[in-house]
C-alpha cells in the first residue's frame, strides 16, 4: 500500500525519532523508496537543529556597569583622602602670629654697618636681637610714614613656620633710615627701640574671606533653589552642578580656616580654599552619581 505524502510527512517525526511500529515503518520506508522529496524532509528531521547562540550583550552591559561603579568608588575614596590629607597640611603649615610676652625678644645694641659688608647699601645699620628659643619663627617686615620717610621696623613671630627660625642670637638687618624696632602686627604692639610709635602702626588681618564665603552662601542657596524648580527638567541638572559649586567653596573654607575669616596671608589661604573646594565638588558630583546609579539600577 502507497500511502500519500501528506500521511508520509505526519508520519516522518515519529519515524526518525524511532517511535512508529514496525508495520508502519516499513510502509515509510517503501514511500521513501520511490520519494524524493519526502526523503529530503525525513533528511532535514534529522539535522540537528542550529542553535543561535546567546547574547551576550547583557553580560557586557552588566561588566561595564561594575566597572563604573568601581571606578566612582575609587574616586570618592581618593578625593575622600586628598581632602583629608590636604586639610592635615594647611593647618600643619599653617603660620600664626605669636603675641608678645615678656622676654620674648630683646633687642640689643642698634650699629651702623658699611654697604661694602653687605653688598645692598640700602641697608644700613643693624640690630643685635636675643629670641627665646620657643618664640617661633622670627619674620622682619617694614613700614614708612608718607609724610616723615621714617622706616619702622615690625617684627613678628610665628607658629609652624614654613621659612626656618632665626639662630638663639642673631643681627638682623634693618633698612636705612629705620627709627624704631616694634614688635606685633596686630593692635598689641610693643616698642622694643627707637622712638615711641606716636600712636602705633597696625597691619591688620585681612577680611576678604568674608565677602567670597557671604557671596558663596548666597550663591548656593539661589542655585539649591533654582535646582529644586527644574530637577525634572534639563536645566536642573546644570543648576545642580553650579549649586556644587559654592557649596564646595564653603566646605573648602570651614576646612582650611574654621568659622574664621581673617588672614594674614590672604593669597595662600583663598589658595587653599580654592582647591579644597575644587575637590570637595567633584567629590559631590560622583556622589550624585553614584547614588543616581544604585537608584536607577
Known amino acids: 500500500m502507497n500511502l500519500p505524502c501528506s500521511v508520509i510527512n505526519d508520519l516522518l517525526p515519529l519515524y526518525a525519532e524511532n517511535l512508529t511500529s514496525e508495520d508502519t515503518s516499513k510502509l515509510i520506508e517503501e514511500h521513501l523508496a520511490e520519494c524524493a522529496d519526502c526523503r529530503a524532509r525525513l533528511e532535514a528531521l534529522k539535522q540537528p537543529e542550529a542553535t543561535e547562540p546567546e547574547s551576550t550583550a547583557p553580560i557586557k552591559n552588566l561588566k561595564k556597569e561594575i566597572?563604573?561603579?568601581?571606578?566612582?568608588?575609587?574616586?570618592?575614596?581618593?578625593?575622600?583622602?586628598?581632602?583629608?590629607?590636604?586639610?592635615?597640611?594647611?593647618?600643619?603649615?599653617?603660620?600664626?602670629?605669636?603675641?608678645?610676652?615678656?622676654?620674648?625678644?630683646?633687642?640689643?645694641?642698634?650699629?651702623?654697618?658699611?654697604?661694602?659688608?653687605?653688598?645692598?647699601p640700602e641697608?644700613?645699620?643693624?640690630?643685635?636681637?636675643?629670641?627665646?628659643?620657643?618664640?617661633?619663627?622670627?619674620?622682619?617686615?617694614?613700614?614708612?610714614?608718607?609724610?616723615?620717610?621714617?622706616?619702622?621696623?615690625?617684627?613678628?613671630?610665628?607658629?609652624?613656620?614654613?621659612?626656618?627660625?632665626?639662630?638663639?642670637?642673631?643681627?638682623?638687618l634693618l633698612k636705612e633710615g629705620t627709627v624704631r624696632v616694634i614688635y606685633g602686627f596686630g593692635p598689641d604692639q610693643v616698642l622694643l627701640w627707637g622712638e615711641p610709635m606716636n600712636g602705633g602702626i597696625q597691619v591688620l588681618p585681612r577680611l576678604a574671606l568674608t565677602f567670597y564665603l557671604v557671596m558663596a552662601v548666597i550663591g548656593a542657596i539661589l542655585f539649591a533653589v533654582l535646582w529644586i524648580i527644574f530637577r525634572k527638567k534639563k536645566a536642573g541638572g546644570i543648576f545642580r552642578?553650579?549649586?556644587?559649586?559654592?557649596?564646595?567653596?564653603?566646605?573648602?573654607?570651614?576646612?582650611?580656616?574654621?568659622?574664621?575669616?581673617?588672614?594674614?596671608?590672604?593669597?595662600?589661604?583663598?589658595?587653599?580654599?580654592?582647591?579644597?573646594?575644587?575637590?570637595?565638588?567633584?567629590?559631590?558630583?560622583?556622589?550624585?552619581?553614584?547614588?543616581?546609579?544604585?537608584?536607577?539600577?
Open 123 to 172: 641697608y644700613a645699620q643693624g640690630v643685635f636681637v636675643i629670641k627665646a628659643e620657643d618664640a617661633g619663627t622670627l619674620e622682619v617686615d617694614y613700614s614708612e610714614d608718607p609724610d616723615t620717610g621714617e622706616i619702622t621696623a615690625l617684627l613678628q613671630c610665628w607658629e609652624n613656620g614654613i621659612n626656618g627660625s632665626i639662630s638663639h642670637e642673631e643681627t638682623l
Open 241 to 297: 552642578q553650579i549649586c556644587f559649586a559654592p557649596i564646595g567653596y564653603i566646605v573648602g573654607h570651614l576646612l582650611v580656616k574654621g568659622v574664621s575669616s581673617s588672614s594674614y596671608f590672604l593669597v595662600r589661604d583663598f589658595a587653599a580654599i580654592l582647591i579644597a573646594g575644587a575637590a570637595v565638588y567633584a567629590l559631590l558630583s560622583l556622589i550624585y552619581l553614584a547614588v543616581r546609579r544604585r537608584k536607577t539600577a
Open 67 to 120: 566597572r563604573r561603579r568601581r571606578l566612582l568608588a575609587v574616586g570618592i575614596a581618593a578625593l575622600a583622602v586628598f581632602i583629608v590629607l590636604f586639610t592635615v597640611l594647611v593647618h600643619v603649615t599653617d603660620r600664626k602670629p605669636v603675641a608678645y610676652r615678656e622676654g620674648m625678644l630683646q633687642v640689643d645694641g642698634v650699629y651702623p654697618y658699611g654697604w661694602t659688608e653687605l653688598y645692598k
